[in-house]
């Protein structure tokens, strides 16, 4: 089958987790050695490994059909690309991460105007100096090539502009945050002409489809119980679900096997109140995709 869609994974931070991602979505990405261009086990997708600080512009050109990206970097470039839809996951945690402006622990430096006339270092440049214009504060807005936290303990910079999701890195390096300046989260982004084509369309929102199913998935487990008769009420009352438990009789007994779907951290203490109500056989497992 003719292949129709040319799909951007993001090199990088992100690649195992987006891989990973899609795994779970029923896609296999082999990624081979140092090659730009993975395997797939779909043969209407073709591959491509992309930064992605140069997804949105490789998706506007249409070098690329559809990609994962950050809203951070489509509103660096002002991309002009088409939103499908938003994939909150990262290599830490499932929430957004924030573009912050941070300082010395002991700079004198407290809020935005402080830094008329400073030298600010970050990868996300156009969007930083477009802030800080808006708000008419004159400042100096170096590209940072990498290790964005060090310029301010080598004196190459007064603040940084840096992504953080725990601000863990920035108190290694004795930073404080004055400002947050946006918050960011991965986004599936198609080119407008790729997106008017039926074919293609058809394809991305699959894609968009599964993986929010598999996003859903990970932050749910099912669980499996069997319950006799006399406490089914009990139980049943305990149980948190997407919608009713199944309750199912078992063959010639008077017992019943409950089964639901619930939040990953509701199950460390709810599977010792099943336990005390009286339910036996207890099974958790985890999800794929839910949808």
């Known amino acids: 089958m003719k292949k129709i869609l040319k799909l951007g994974i993001p090199k990088g931070s992100l690649q195992n987790a987006t891989i990973n991602l899609f795994k779970r979505s029923g896609w296999k990405i082999n990624v081979e050695g140092r090659s730009y261009f993975p395997d797939i086990n779909d043969d209407t997708i073709e591959c491509a490994l992309c930064r992605a600080q140069e997804m949105s512009i490789n998706v506007e050109s249409g070098i690329i059909d559809v990609g994962l990206t950050g809203l951070d970097w489509v509103a660096e470039h002002e991309s002009d690309i088409h939103v499908v839809c938003d994939l909150i996951y990262s290599k830490v945690s499932a929430s957004h991460a924030r573009w912050v402006i941070a300082v010395a622990k002991d700079s004198p430096v407290k809020k935005l105007e402080d830094l008329r006339g400073k030298t600010i270092s970050t990868e996300l440049v156009k969007f930083t100096k477009r802030f800080f214009k808006e708000r008419k504060i004159d400042v100096n807005v170096k590209f940072s090539w990498g290790a964005t936290e060090a310029k301010i303990v080598s004196g190459l910079a007064d603040a940084i502009v840096e992504i953080t999701e725990t601000e863990s890195t920035l108190r290694a390096h004795n930073l404080k945050v004055i400002h947050d300046i946006m918050k960011t989260n991965t986004q599936l982004i198609a080119n407008r002409q790729a997106w008017a084509d039926p074919k293609k369309k058809k394809k991305i929102e699959q894609i968009a489809m599964l993986l929010q199913g598999a996003l859903v998935a990970e932050k749910l487990v099912g669980i499996k119980m069997n319950v006799p008769e006399n406490k089914i009420e009990q139980i049943v009352s305990l149980l948190p679900s997407l919608n009713a438990p199944t309750v199912a ?43």
Request: charged share 25%; hydrophobic share 40%; proline share 2%.
């Open 249 to 291: 009789s078992l063959y010639q007994s008077d017992w019943f096997s409950v089964e639901t779907v619930i939040d990953t951290r509701q199950v460390r203490d709810l599977i010792p109140q099943l336990l005390k109500a009286g339910a036996e056989g207890i099974i958790e497992y985890s999800l794929n995709k839910v949808l």
